[in-house]
């Protein structure tokens, strides 16, 4: 039986994305399950990956990307007695989502509801449950509190906003203009970073005070201003470097803002804390903890709590493409691989 998987076959831009095409199924070894993969996320990790500047990713090109996936278990390998075939399940596996069908361990992979939209479903893994972490297991926030999220219009962005409204937060986001519908939408403030300083809109928002927490994806230059939108008891969560991989800032002022969020700012006695979010950091320290939280999601999806931003569904071969708009910024919420599609 043919299948198909989409590699890159060396770091650098989309042009390196490849589709293989196999002429024979894999077969899981003792404690794997096979699994045939319905959708795969896709985002900004997944071109930093793509760029060789992911530093969790040890493995050269060739290989398949694909951060995170969900799909239904396929064939079960010897031992293997908490799955049956036709079970929903989903991963996190940084690479290899890209892909029709793919063999992981069983330990690995996280049961799911059944009759999930499988577009949404994958939107739990790395996006909502990077939002979801943030707000709960980095800050302490309480119903009523103003948080400021960067980069509000993409994959994380809008997870935040739907998951800080559903908090009974006030939540403000900083997006291009084209994107502020999408922002709207999910009850959040607008900001207008191309024109507006967000700064100084904070503080004529919250009277000079500052918001309980601020959420940057975006580096080191603006960790700076973005810890002056923090109040007193606040934190500032990085958990990026968008403008190290666009190439707008460097390598060493990267460090230095590392330098200053890790353990300069949290020195001051200012009242307010600073620290940086890794999903994968994390799931390797607290993998309970993980699928804890994946599984809250999965149940909130289940009961239609949520309804990600899915920007578009495309078949998997289309994966090139969807990483030139990535490139460009012209995504407003989260393009899902259909990966049984191919053409």
Known sequence: MQWKHVDISAFGGPENIKVITEDTLPQPASGQVRVKVLTAGTGFTDTVIRQGQYVDVKDKPPFTLGYDWFGLIDAVGSGVTQFKVGDPVADMSVIG??????????????????????????????????????????????????????AAGGAVGTALLELGREM??????TASKGKHCLVKHYGAIPIDYHNEDFVERIAQETGGKGVQAVFDTIGGKYWSRSYRCVAKGGKLVGFGALQVTTGEEKIP????????????WPMLPDGKSSGFYN?????????????????????WLKQERLKPAVAAIRPLTDAADVHRQIDKGEIAGKVILDCQQTD
Not at 253 to 264: D, Q, R
């Open 253 to 264: 002022s990267l460090l230095f803002g590392f330098l200053k969020l890790l353990a300069l």
């Open 279 to 299: 999903i994968q950091t994390r799931r390797g320290k607290k993998p309970e903890e993980f699928k804890e939280d994946v599984a809250t999601l999965m149940q």
């Open 168 to 173: 009974g937060l006030k939540v403000y986001g």
């Open 97 to 150: 989502g890209y892909t029709q069908y793919l063999c992981v361990d069983a330990e690995r992979v996280i049961p799911c509801p059944e009759g999930l939209n499988p577009a949404s479903a994958v939107c739990m893994i790395l996006s909502y449950t990077t939002a979801y972490q943030m707000l709960t297991r980095e800050c302490s926030l309480k119903s009523g509190d103003s948080i400021l999220v960067h």
